[in-house]
């Protein structure tokens, strides 16, 4: 199964469970892989930023892939985050993903890139680094600080094996109503176009046409709902389900400390064993975690498919 | 009136409002002050980050700052934002806002400080320039770069005309516990806590001991209500009502978008005659004002204290 | 006298001397001026980023400026920087400069712009904003984050009002040349360009094919005797009097410390009375300032022209 | 062999010799370490940020170390860069660094980190990831963006197996006379610091009380004979040869660019087979290319050191 430019639905950022003493946890990363296609993800993303992907030496990443692949079992596709300092490091990253059974990998431009075209450059030449696999390009200037304008995205998808964008400038809702401009004018070839930043503007994205969302939210229950309900053109009731959820997004979104709260709130849905996250990184608070607890126990009383 | 360390409640941070040709608008002006008044501002915050300052020249921060003062007329205290590049002109707008009548001046660190020395030093020469001026001191390490630890702010208010903390760190929430336990434990002066950051942790803010918000999200009356309900204990209600307005909230909160939204929010409400902000400055799109709007529609059909 | 394309030689960068209490010191400013001019100075370029501009209050930059050019009294061209974040007070500073006597204006693209684009539309508003003058594009991304390819520079160099390229990209030099094979090759207006970064690489930008050189090093005469000797082709020359001040040239170039280096210079030559710096600005510690003085006496004993 | 406090000299920062197809070239590797023995070095630092080690796999900077360690055959020591994005993978490099036979590791704060008391605990964990082995503190301000001051430097050299700072802020010289006096007064830890920023301020960095430098100058030759001048006291003969090449270091220092000029000139040296970067990386142009063949004529004719 190879990802390609259909892609839709919601992609599910995957985080990299680990145990207190900071080993893998392959038994926590079965049941999560579990939970999220119960949830209804229609395909999964691991390594990426918030898979702590830096943290792991090179075996690991292997084994935390061929886990993934082999739980997954071609339900779903598996999308494994590339991005790596040297194209060769990302060549041998690609092929080893893509031998073990993913469906495609994720890129995006290296920090310090001067001016449009060197980006553009720069991911001509990582294209060719990851071979045959087709590749989702990922838009996040508050991560790399690289810009990409909508000419840029329309010029690196005349590449076919450009499948997907994952949408996450901020704001970007613009941007997105932009490309789907172009493609509808035929100006641009149509590429699969999934939302992120954490899930916050989930149904604005959709409106503007993406395809769905690739993020780590963890109740992807929800965005899996939302999804549906906007395309059956529900706008109402998805915003109301959206709304609910929308202050533990808010929590999630917090710099440095999003992924902690994350694992958390896996953590106390009995998805992952612990909220472990490798040295350094940080630890919540008391207080943060009676917040998410509070937050927690409203969604439960509020929405039937959030279980504690 | 001067500003002291008992401040409490919504601190509502106006933006200047303009004609479509960039002139100042004082009647939009004047009418903005009362809906604030209206709204339950304990006091008004001009000329920051979101007053567009560096736009305005000295005669027009003067004429803008006298309207203001004006129209408040004593009834809340007025706090002006004097950041400058030299401590001379900080000096020089200090003064001229508190023999206009300003309760006091905000300042913060200035980008590219090095180390915490650095900045505790500089806010130390910043309170000298400022004079007598009581302050308010701005830790918003996303705007500035400077990030400021529990023990300099500490140190920082052993001054004692340092009398309020805008506390917009992101994450922020652990600090304003810290610096409530060491004044509950003797071991800090204890200041006026304000939150910020939009106004997207309220809720929590509050519970941690923060005395109130300063911020200028396009709907204060919500500010204000979750305010007087979390003082009086009523949590859940507190919640309920921040969780209507958080979409909105969201919205105005994307970087250098966000005074376009609140502005075309204050001007759909009424409250100022254009949203027109001075060049260079961003424009909404049309699909833009649309979810605006659409905001605005669910927020006027679920809280009745927003009109349009 | 207007700026044209056509400039050429050394256009010396000034700062803006101050009494050891921060006031104007405009003895200073003449003596300065003078000593410019007997240095060889081609024109004088103030209220640059080496200048304090932000640092003075807009009546004492009028005033400033006015010294200048009466000093001045036409005999070279002065440029102005009229930086600004705001196109309102950008007009306003380009139109006082020029009725005052200006030869032309300085712009540079404001941080936080997004993508080529961005950058080549705000020069085109900068443009409109500073009127009939003139203008100097100035290309510093150490300064101001903001990258300009060739290509973004060609474009601009579509208005006839762009005289001239302050190029300040550092590495820079292939820059400059593809800037002027374009224009050989008919693809791309001529301009003047002019290197910068404190003079560190003036034998090669001038080799690359830079008309000269816009930059404030505190002994201006060797910048203008290189400039001569690799006019007449006297490349060895050039460098072995180039070699000789390199070592003041890289002390000039600290970051954060460069101007007050700059400042002792000009004021242990007698051309200003005081190196006072504006706070917030450093001071030399005993140890720079020896340092400094050891490498002034070298070059004193090897370069003529060098008098202390 | 282990490296300590009273380590002195030069410590050559080695670059990582790669074919044009950009497979590691252990014959230059081995040509390499010769050539820097024989130009007086006291020590070798692999896999910095002047290493490409980011661009290496795991089993590549295990190779490579191994035949840096093999070569050298214990006549000096050898330091080895271990920075990483999490602890666990510090850990590992450094344990199989140092039963390679490395006299220490090298660690820097890792980016993002907020305030004086982060980094302060950074490097404390870090000091436990690397077990037994001494390290070296970098401190890189332009690189990472963490800046370090006097006091927690002071207090990060409590740590006996802290036995060296390499010193590169810029400006820096003021910080290492103010390690030195803290140390005369018996207030601090005496610790071994080496200079660097590419060796253009070596001599003020000696006389600043600097026991030697630690960077990767293409002809480190002139290295050495600076410090054993200057160790001589004679300190206008260091300077006289300092100033020679200090244009051939600037060349060098270019951000982007200076790795591609020192391999250029290690290739026109003989003493490596390509100057060849691994994907991404610059490529120098004919006319850069021609400015360091000019720039090393000049050296060979003046330097009898320098032979090509």
Redesign the interface.
Known sequence: MQLDMNARGVFVIAPTPFAPD?ALDLASTDRMVEAYLAAGASGLTILGIMG?A?????AEAVEFTACVLRRVGGRVPVVVGVSS?????MR?LARSAMEAGAAGVMIAP?P?L????AVVS?IA?AAVAVGDAPYVLQDY?QANGI???V??IRRMAEDPRLVMLKAED??G??KI?ALRRLSEEGRMRRISILGGLGG??LP?EL??GADGIMTGYGVPEMLVRVCELMAKGEREAA?DL???H??LI?TEL????GLAVRKYVLMRRGIIASDAL???GPKL?A??RA?VDYLLG?LAARDPAVTL
Do not use: I
């Open positions: 900071g702590e830096p943290k792991l030496d090179a300092p040297g194209f060769a490091s041998a290296t310090g001067r001016g449009d075209e720069y030449q200037p810009f990409m304008s000419e840029m901020w704001p809702l613009d109503t916050q503007f604005e409106a503007r915003q959206f709304d609910l929308l202050p808010r917090q710099p440095g400390l490798r040295a350094p608070s207080e943060t917040e409203r």
